[in-house]
């Protein structure tokens, strides 16, 4: 999967995802280390697999709620993080709006996970508003500048993104 809008470590990110090459506890416990527990370290509701971190974990899942509310796409489907990441979100008639609206779900899918790893590794309270503002910020810094063609506005932006889906 390539997307020229986002940085290299995002699309590296997106394989290591799609290949289930985090460091989740699950994966960590198949290739034999010994862990206290296997259970997600945010929510105790589920194992901490890659789709449970980064979709089905209740902080994770209020992320992607604000997300599509943001874009005014309404409620999230149920979809694998693997469809996600591969752009099976909403249709548009403009190939560069696929690719934005793809650029900011692997920024959410990047920011949940960094966000996990400060929850876990520095003991850092979730704040899923300030998260949801992270990947509002880290989306258009990002896909701004690597957007050849038409510069983003960030009143639009912030206001109505579902917009860049077809004026492109």
Avoid at 20 to 36: F, Q, S
Avoid at 39 to 51: A, I, K, S, Y
Avoid at 130 to 138: D, H, P
Wanted: glycine share 6%.
């Amino acid at each position: 999967m390539r997307n020229k809008l986002v940085p290299k470590k995002l699309e590296i990110f997106v394989w290591r995802v799609c290949k289930k090459r985090l460091p989740v506890k699950v994966e960590l416990d198949k290739r034999g280390i010994d862990l206290h527990s296997v259970r997600c370290p945010l929510c105790d509701d589920g194992l901490e697999t890659v789709e449970h971190s980064l979709i089905f974990c209740k902080c994770a899942m209020d992320v992607w709620d604000r997300v599509f509310r943001w874009w005014g796409l309404g409620n999230m489907t149920n979809l694998s993080i693997t469809e996600i990441l591969r752009g099976n979100g909403p249709s548009s008639p403009s190939s560069i709006g696929r690719k934005i609206w793809q650029g900011v779900e692997w920024v959410c899918a990047y920011l949940i996970w960094k966000n996990r790893n400060e929850m876990v590794f520095r003991g850092k309270c979730w704040n899923s508003p300030v998260a949801l503002n992270e990947i509002q910020v880290k989306s258009f810094d990002w896909i701004s500048r690597r957007l050849k063609k038409k510069k983003l506005d960030w009143h639009s932006w912030i206001n109505d993104p579902s917009c860049y889906l077809n004026s492109l």
